[in-house]
């Protein structure tokens, strides 16, 4: 009877030691906030780099963007319909984020920038648009019998979020997306 009794001690006990041990292996060590990478810097002239907007804006107004934001930096350029002779008007804001790290749940590890990135891209609205080098979304809305148009484009690069929002008129849908998209691959390139 002793000897059922030790050996159904020495049963319960080696699979607390194996179950403690594969415990402790899956938990590791802690999570810090210094495990967590930070976003990555930005240029300080990042909207200057992004060069001659002035094809996006009626013929007489003068192309400034305007930068504000050091972490996530916003580019605007306004051209207002009661400074022009004709009826036009319009507007270009570029948004520039860059994607630190998270803390992940107890016991897990942080979220890579890319992955916080990439989250940040899924919650836009918007259509995929296939065939991009990078995952792109787009999102048009017309007003004004078809010559008013506002486009927002989104592009996704590793840790980067760029968004485009170019609204103008009068000025073609497919002229408006284009300028757009090449404005938003600019901005991936020069924030690199």
Same mark, same amino acid.
């Given at each position: 009877?002793?000897?059922?009794?030790?050996?159904?001690?020495?049963?319960?006990?080696?699979?607390?030691?194996?179950?403690?041990?594969?415990?402790?292996?899956?938990?590791?060590?802690?999570?810090?906030?210094?495990? %967590?990478?930070?976003?990555?810097?930005?240029?300080?002239?990042?909207?200057?780099?992004? /060069?001659?907007?002035?094809?996006?804006?009626?013929?007489?107004?003068?192309?400034?963007?305007?930068?504000?934001?050091?972490?996530?930096?916003?580019?605007?350029?306004?051209?207002?319909?009661? /400074?022009?002779?004709?009826?036009?008007?319009?507007?270009?804001?570029?948004?520039?984020?860059?994607?630190?790290?998270?803390?992940?749940?107890?016991?897990?590890?942080?979220?890579?920038?890319?992955?916080?990135?990439?989250?940040?891209?899924?919650?836009?609205?918007? %259509?995929?648009?296939?065939?991009?080098?990078?995952?792109?979304?787009?999102?048009?809305?017309?007003?004004?019998? /078809?010559?008013?148009?506002? %486009?927002?484009?989104?592009?996704?690069?590793?840790?980067?979020?760029?968004?485009?929002?170019?609204?103008?008129?009068?000025?073609?849908?497919?002229?408006?997306?284009?300028?757009?998209?090449?404005?938003?691959?600019?901005?991936?390139?020069?924030?690199?």
């Amino acid at each position: 009877m002793a000897g059922g009794v030790v050996r159904g001690t020495l049963i319960a006990s080696g699979v607390a030691l194996v179950a403690g041990l594969g415990i402790g292996f899956a938990s590791g060590e802690p999570v810090h906030e210094d495990d %967590v990478i930070g976003a990555r810097k930005l240029p300080a002239d990042l909207c200057g780099r992004l /060069g001659d907007i002035s094809a996006l804006l009626p013929k007489a107004s003068s192309p400034v963007f305007a930068q504000t934001g050091t972490g996530e930096v916003r580019c605007r350029a306004v051209a207002e319909e009661s /400074g022009q002779q004709t009826f036009t008007a319009a507007t270009v804001n570029v948004r520039i984020t860059p994607y630190a790290g998270k803390l992940g749940g107890e016991g897990e590890p942080p979220f890579r920038p890319d992955q916080v990135a990439r989250k940040a891209f899924d919650r836009e609205k918007g %259509v995929i648009m296939p065939g991009r080098p990078y995952p792109t979304r787009i999102d048009r809305f017309g007003r004004t019998g /078809g010559e008013d148009w506002k %486009v927002s484009v989104v592009v996704l690069r590793d840790d980067l979020v760029v968004q485009v929002d170019y609204e103008a008129h009068p000025v073609e849908p497919a002229k408006a997306e284009q300028a757009a998209l090449v404005l938003a691959d600019r901005a991936i390139w020069e924030a690199k």
